[in-house]
Structures are given as structure tokens and as C-alpha cells.
């Protein structure tokens, strides 16, 4: 009597164990079809283009591109990565390290390779004050924001990019947005970093004495490659 008793509690919980091996087996099955389902779905609302070519897409997207993925699929930012140091204006000592980052988050709007600026600028001695604003999330990279446009060529130059420094409350007394290029020379070697505009954020710009005060594309050091990515 006691043996039929035991087979069938043993019966009971076999019969019970592969009910639930079956259930956890179908839910992750479920939850496995739903995810791809779901990456599946925003992957073809995301659209993906070159880096190069941003400046080609509809003009109707071209100032609010919605659900771009703008991908450096030509290897342009890489040739910048690694880490720079030069002497320039005031005779502050410059040193850089730039790293490519990848599908950056604009504005909520897009998506984006960068270049991440993190500079460290000193005379005498004693630090400067660099910018706080605009960092990428959760890093002290400075986020750049695209190749610069040749009128001339009706193309964007590969080896010119565009970043702004931009001060703000944590960098008194500085208060200015200011663009900065970096140009790349042939060899690639050398980065020249040059003052493009500058915007004010009250009346008068106060800005810090290693960016010249005065002359579009004025330079504003030259750096030299010290160590590769």
C-alpha cells in the first residue's frame, strides 16, 4: 500500500516539475520572440546614415533629424583619437586626450558617432578653467558636434571638426559659447585648434586669455601627437 503511495506522489511531482519546466521554457521563448520582435521594430524606425553624409538627407529633416542614426561608417573620427599636447596662445600648455564616441544621444532627437574632447590646459603651473558644459553623460569628454562644411567642395571636410567650449555657471567668470576647429594635417600628426565664432551669452563675452579675442579661424595651438588611440 505505501509503495502505490509513494509512486503516485512521485508521479505527482514529475508530472508537476515538467509542468513548470515547460512553463519557464515558454515565457523565456516569449520574452526572447517580443525582444527581437521589438529591436526589430525600432531598428526600422531608425534610420541610418554615413557621418559624411548628414548634410544630404531631405532638407525637410536636416535641422530636426528625428530618429537618424548618423554613423562614422567611413572611419573619419579615428584618425583624431589618442592624445595631443602643444604650446599655444598665452603660452599655455595644452594637452588632450580624444576618444571616438559611439551613437551619442542628441538632444532626444538623433543619434551620432562623436569625437569626446578632454582638455587639460595649464600655465605656470596652475590649471585653467575648462568647460563643464556640454559633456557627454557619465564621462568629462566634451561632446563634438560634426565635420565642418567646404562651400567650396558643397561637402564636409573630413579632416576638420567642430566643437564648442562652452562656459557656464561652474565656469566663472567665463560666459561664452565659443567654436572651436580642430584641422588635421595630412600626415596626421598634428591637429591645429582654431577660434571660429563666438557667441555671448550676456552682452560682452568673457572669455579665457588662451583663446585669442580676435580673428575668425585665428589659431589657437598646435598639438602634436603623443600617443596613438
Given at each position: 500500500m505505501m509503495n502505490k503511495l509513494n509512486l503516485r506522489l512521485m508521479i505527482a511531482n514529475n508530472t508537476k516539475k515538467r509542468q513548470g519546466v515547460f512553463l519557464v521554457r515558454a515565457v523565456s521563448a516569449l520574452l526572447f520572440f517580443s525582444l527581437f520582435l521589438l529591436t526589430e521594430v525600432c531598428s526600422a524606425q531608425t534610420k541610418v546614415v554615413a557621418l559624411r553624409d548628414k548634410e544630404k538627407i531631405p532638407e525637410?529633416?536636416?535641422?530636426?533629424?528625428?530618429?537618424?542614426?548618423?554613423?562614422?561608417?567611413?572611419h573619419d573620427l579615428d584618425k583624431f583619437a589618442g592624445e595631443w599636447e602643444g604650446v599655444g596662445v598665452g603660452n599655455y600648455h595644452w594637452r588632450v586626450r580624444i576618444a571616438v564616441q559611439k551613437r551619442i544621444d542628441c538632444f532626444g532627437d538623433y543619434w551620432s558617432d562623436a569625437l569626446g574632447l578632454e582638455p587639460s590646459i595649464t600655465?605656470?603651473?596652475?590649471?585653467?578653467?575648462?568647460?563643464t558644459m556640454g559633456?557627454?553623460?557619465?564621462?568629462?569628454?566634451?561632446q563634438g558636434t560634426d565635420f565642418r562644411w567646404d562651400r567650396e567642395k558643397k561637402s564636409i571636410d573630413p579632416?576638420?571638426?567642430?566643437?564648442?567650449?562652452?562656459?557656464?555657471?561652474?565656469?566663472?567668470?567665463?560666459?561664452?559659447?565659443i567654436v572651436v576647429y580642430l584641422y588635421m594635417n595630412p600626415?596626421?600628426?598634428?591637429?591645429?585648434?582654431?577660434?571660429?565664432?563666438?557667441?555671448?551669452?550676456?552682452?560682452?563675452?568673457?572669455?579665457?586669455?588662451?583663446?585669442?579675442?580676435?580673428?575668425?579661424?585665428?589659431?589657437?595651438?598646435?598639438?602634436?601627437?603623443?600617443?596613438?588611440?
Open positions: 525637410e529633416n536636416r535641422n530636426f533629424p528625428r530618429d537618424y542614426y548618423f554613423e562614422d561608417q567611413h600655465k605656470d603651473g596652475k590649471s585653467a578653467i575648462t568647460p559633456l557627454i553623460p557619465g564621462t568629462s569628454f566634451i579632416n576638420s571638426y567642430m566643437v564648442l567650449f562652452s562656459y557656464g555657471e561652474d565656469d566663472k567668470p567665463y560666459k561664452a559659447a600626415d596626421q600628426d598634428t591637429i591645429v585648434l582654431r577660434r571660429g565664432f563666438i557667441i555671448a551669452i550676456d552682452e560682452i563675452p568673457n572669455i579665457p586669455d588662451y583663446i585669442p579675442p580676435r580673428g575668425y579661424l585665428g589659431e589657437i595651438c598646435t598639438l602634436r601627437r603623443v600617443k596613438k588611440k
